[in-house]
């Protein structure tokens, strides 16, 4: 079992940066393929990005591209997004969710562990 806690989250202007963190316990991170979704207030929750056991490879939802990036440090079992460039329709609560399956089409119902969510508000 793996619990995950995110960290990170504020109120930034537009065109300003947040760094998300998620730290995961348990001897078992490295096993797990990353995630993070986000859920705006009214919308469905939907896929941000996520990242394979070793880091090398990334997938990222169009809206993002370019703006946000994924990484991991196993020996700190934790993962990280970068976001940069922020736009207002980024304000969501960002979730980080631990899975088994690393796909093109990345959703929810791959990931088997979700932490609790990070707020995230961008001004405009």
């Known amino acids: 079992q793996v619990q995950l806690v995110e960290s990170g989250g504020g109120l930034v202007q537009a065109g300003g940066s947040l760094r998300l963190s998620c730290a995961a316990s348990g001897r078992t991170f490295r096993s797990y393929v990353m995630g993070w979704f986000r859920q705006a207030l009214g919308k469905e929750r939907e896929f941000v990005s996520a990242?394979?056991?070793?880091?090398?490879?990334?997938y990222y939802t169009d809206s993002v591209k370019g703006r946000f990036t994924i990484s991991r440090d196993n020996a700190k079992n934790t993962v990280y997004l970068q976001m940069n460039s922020l736009k207002p329709e980024d304000t969501a609560v960002y979730y980080c969710a631990a899975g088994l399956l690393f796909v093109p089409t990345m959703s929810a119902t791959n990931f088997r562990y979700w932490g609790q969510g990070t707020q995230v508000t961008v001004s405009s």
């Open positions: 990242i394979n056991l070793s880091g090398s490879s990334t």
